[in-house]
C-alpha cells in the first residue's frame, strides 16, 4: 500500500504563480523527500526534509512537515513552464527497512 | 560520472517470454532498487538490495528476480512475462538507507507485454 498520497492529482496555473502541492502519510516516518519526474524522464530529487525539522527551503522550494497531522506540502513559487512536470512525495516510514515509499503523484502544468 | 543507466529503453515481449532489465550505476552506492510506475499509481518497490550478495522483496514481488554479485549492477528478472507486467520499470540507487539520502533514478525502461 502507498505510504504518500499527493493532493490535489492535477494543477493547472499560469506562469508567475505559486503551485502548493499537498501529501499525506500513514505511519509515523523518518524522512520524506520530494521528486520531480518530466513527461517520460526518470524522477530527479528536489527535497529531503527529517521527521525533526518543520520547514526547509531549495531556491524556489519550500517543503513543510507536520507530523502530527501526517502530512507535507511543497510550494513553488513564482512557477515557471520548465516547472511543469508530476510531482511525488516519498515517505520512509519509521522502523522499516530502507523502503521508500511513494505516492501516486500530483501533475503539474503551467501555462506560459 | 554516468550516474544510473537502465538498458533497454523499450523492450516488447510476447506472454510467457522471460528476460533481463539491466541497471548499473557508477556512484558506488551500496543500497540499489527498483520501481515499476503504472499510470496514476506512482512507484511501488519490486526489489531491493542494501549490498552485494544482499536482496529482498518489496511492495509487488510476484514474476521477478534479482541478484547482486557486484555493488554496481543490480539486474531484474522477469522469469515468464504477463500482461500485467505491462509498465515503466526504474532503477536507483542511494548512499544509505532510512530514507535519509536521495534516490538517483536511472531513465527507464519501457515494457509492453502482447
Known amino acids: 500500500s502507498q505510504q504518500g498520497e499527493e493532493d490535489p492529482q492535477a494543477l493547472s496555473i499560469q506562469e508567475g504563480e505559486n503551485a502548493t502541492m499537498n501529501c499525506s502519510y500513514k505511519?509515523?516516518?523518518?524522512?520524506l523527500q520530494w521528486y520531480r519526474q518530466n513527461s517520460g524522464r526518470g524522477l530527479v530529487h528536489l527535497i529531503l526534509i527529517r521527521s525533526n525539522e518543520r520547514e526547509k527551503h531549495s531556491g524556489r522550494l519550500r517543503v513543510t512537515l507536520d507530523t502530527s497531522k501526517k502530512s507535507s506540502s511543497l510550494l513553488i513559487t513564482a512557477s515557471r513552464a520548465a516547472d511543469t512536470a508530476s510531482y511525488f512525495c516519498?515517505?520512509?516510514?519509521?522502523?522499516?527497512?530502507?523502503?521508500?515509499?511513494f505516492g501516486s503523484g500530483t501533475q503539474l502544468t503551467v501555462l506560459p | 560520472n554516468a550516474g544510473v543507466t537502465q538498458t533497454p529503453k523499450f523492450q516488447v515481449l510476447k506472454t510467457g517470454q522471460s528476460m533481463t532489465l539491466q541497471c548499473a550505476q557508477d556512484m558506488n552506492h551500496e543500497y540499489m532498487s527498483w520501481y515499476r510506475q503504472d499510470p496514476g499509481m506512482g512507484l511501488r518497490l519490486i526489489h531491493y538490495?542494501?549490498?552485494?550478495?544482499?536482496?529482498d522483496q518489496g511492495e509487488v514481488p510476484n514474476g521477478y528476480n534479482v541478484s547482486r554479485s557486484t555493488t554496481e549492477d543490480f539486474p531484474l528478472r522477469l522469469l515468464s512475462a504477463a500482461p500485467s507486467q505491462t509498465s515503466v520499470y526504474f532503477c536507483?540507487?542511494?548512499?544509505?538507507?532510512?530514507?535519509?539520502?536521495?534516490?538517483?533514478f536511472g531513465p527507464g525502461t519501457r515494457l509492453t507485454v502482447t
Open positions: 538490495s542494501v549490498g552485494a550478495g544482499i536482496t
Open positions: 516519498a515517505a520512509f516510514p519509521s522502523g522499516s527497512a530502507r523502503q521508500l515509499t
Open positions: 505511519t509515523s516516518i523518518n524522512n
Open positions: 536507483a540507487s542511494t548512499l544509505g538507507g532510512y530514507g535519509g539520502y536521495e534516490q538517483y
